[in-house]
């Protein structure tokens, strides 16, 4: 492999001239169908993964369940102050864990760092959870009763994740999972197998320094059979699932069926509102953030923009001169503000995409098209234009506006009242992010209130990507209600009880019913 592939896969103690095992359960396994991880931005094939066979994650299953029998009993402070060790060897290695996200997912590197900043800020808060997930004492209506609710390790956690996020979303579900006892086994996505490798063996040292079993932090890498066998398992607890609306529609009846926990974390497709009083020296650079950043593949990117009908030339104006200003580039590079689409599959949905909007007869601002000119090794990249485009239709039942496109497409819209804006924002069928901009106090009430936007992130200023870790992060409708993260997120990872207990010499019934009367 290339010298700048080699260089951060050897900062991260991981071989690439060997086919390399693709599960881990306490020990190094994995004898499955080979994997390829490949670099989205050189065509590159960095390394080749076997995945897990069934019986493989059968017994990391198994060995998961062990570990939980154990790490259940270990009080919850020391299993942060484990946690806190984890928070630091991340730290340590936060800047070759970036790179390495960069290299295989390809988002531009700041990003890359930033989302390990986003493992190691969960887990500093975890630490902290450790010492507050309290339960409750409950007033009894019966004298001399005392009702506690009280919160227990809930067992085995299944991790599923997307390839947009291979790092921070398994840090959200470990960090939780972990403070409140639990086991957690990881399925990343398989295109993205080294940064889970990476993550696991920073991980799995802290614990095995500890004595404490490895699989406390599974991972089994591989596709879809292996995230069915994984969803249908009566031996896990919760299935934590990260990913499209299409699979977690399947992944939620499934654990359904089986009255099993799931926590949906699925698409977006967010919009921007900006209002005549709006300070646009601050809006344009948030939608072209927003759009373009990570190249349109956040489940938060911004992907919907109403303007006021008083500034919307201008407002596009500065807005395509910000899109001039791009061009693409090596993520791993400093200067680089647009990296790749992950998969060369990723471009041919860009392209369909922007097919469907020209037969619609939709204005293309800007890009709408893959670059030529680039030179090698780029040249073998995924890289495609971001594109403004203005539909012909506001409707937002049609599908060009419903649908999400994981790619940097802007669709534009003009409206009068903020009203007509969120009802356009609304009547999508996800919801996840949105955003408004103004300065007007009353707007403000509007749009976070009962009648205002009706997704999980609702900002004012703030544009609808690059969540901080403190408040529950998750969307509404067809993102599909999970809350993870911040916020009150861990009660979901515990099994709350209920617990009655009666210090008297009677034992009287509930609402005084007297049995026999
Ligand atoms: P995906 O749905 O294709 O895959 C997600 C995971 O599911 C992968 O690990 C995949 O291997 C696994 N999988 C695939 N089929 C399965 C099945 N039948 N049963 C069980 N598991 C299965 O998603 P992706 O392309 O990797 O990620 C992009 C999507 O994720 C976008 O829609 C994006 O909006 C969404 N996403 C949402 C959030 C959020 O927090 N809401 C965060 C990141 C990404």
Redesign the pocket.
């Known amino acids: 492999i290339s010298s700048r592939a080699s260089t951060i896969l050897s900062a991260l103690d991981i071989s690439p001239e060997k086919e390399l095992p693709g599960v881990y359960d306490g020990k190094w396994r994995g004898t499955g169908d080979v994997l390829e991880s490949v670099c989205p931005t050189t065509g590159e094939v960095l390394a080749r993964v076997h995945s897990a066979t069934p019986e493989e994650l059968q017994t990391a299953l198994q060995k998961t369940r062990e570990a939980y029998t154990f790490f259940r009993s270990v009080p919850a402070p020391r299993r942060g102050e484990i946690l806190r060790q984890i928070r630091e060897a991340l730290a340590a290695k936060r800047e070759e864990l970036g790179a390495l996200v960069s290299l295989e997912m390809g988002k531009i590197r700041t990003e890359g760092v930033g989302e390990v900043q986003e493992f190691v800020d969960i887990a500093d808060y975890a630490v902290g959870l450790s010492r507050m997930m309290n339960g409750r004492v409950v007033a009894s209506e019966r004298p001399g009763h005392s009702i506690l609710e009280v919160p227990n390790p809930l067992g085995v956690i299944a991790v ?6 291979p790092v921070a ?1 398994y840090g959200w579900n470990l960090s939780l999972s972990l403070a409140a006892g639990n086991a957690t086994l990881w ?5 993205t197998p080294l940064c889970s490798i990476a993550v696991t063996k920073i991980v799995s040292g802290v614990l095995e320094k500890n004595g404490i079993p490895g699989a406390v932090a599974g991972l089994v890498i ?3 059979d ?3 066998s ?2 249908e398992s009566q031996d896990v607890d919760m299935v934590s ?8 529609r ?2 939620g009846k499934v654990v359904q069926s089986r009255f099993g926990k799931v926590l949906l ?4 497709n967010n919009a921007s509102i900006v209002m005549p009083d709006a300070d646009l020296s601050m809006a344009v650079p948030a939608v072209f953030f927003g759009a373009v950043g990570t190249a349109g ?3 938060t990117s911004t992907r919907r923009l109403y303007l006021h009908r008083s500034i919307a030339s201008e407002f596009l104006e500065r807005l395509q001169a910000l899109y001039a200003s791009v061009t693409p580039g090596d993520p791993l590079h400093a200067s680089t503000l647009l990296g790749p689409l992950h998969t060369r599959s990723a471009m041919d949905i860009y392209t369909g995409a922007i097919d469907r909007l020209r037969a619609a007869d939709a204005e293309i601002l800007v890009g709408g098209g893959q670059y030529t000119d680039l030179s090698s090794p780029l040249d073998r990249g995924n890289f495609v234009m971001p594109t403004i485009t203005v539909p012909k239709s506001t409707d937002v039942g049609l599908a060009l506006w419903k649908t ?1 496109t ?1 790619a940097p497409i802007l669709s534009v819209a003009v409206f009068d009242e903020l009203e007509e804006a969120v009802q356009w924002n609304n009547g999508v069928p996800q919801g ?1 992010s949105s955003s408004l901009w103004t300065k007007d106090l009353r707007n403000v009430g509007k749009w976070i209130g009962p009648a205002g936007s009706d997704a999980g992130i609702v900002n004012v200023n703030v544009g609808t990507s690059g969540a901080e870790i403190g408040a529950a ?3 509404n409708k067809s ?2 209600w ?1 809350r ?1 993260s911040g916020g009150d997120a861990w009660k979901q990872y515990v099994r709350w009880s209920a617990c009655t207990i009666n210090f008297s010499d009677d034992a009287p019934l509930a609402q005084g019913v007297q049995f026999p009367a």
């Open positions: 599923l994740s997307a390839f947009n996020f979303v399925k990343p996505s398989p295109s591989g596709g879809k292996v995230g069915e994984i969803v699932f990260t990913g499209s609306e299409a699979v977690g399947q992944v974390e699925l698409g977006g593949q956040r489940c999400e994981f996840l992060f998750g969307g993102t599909g999970g993870e």
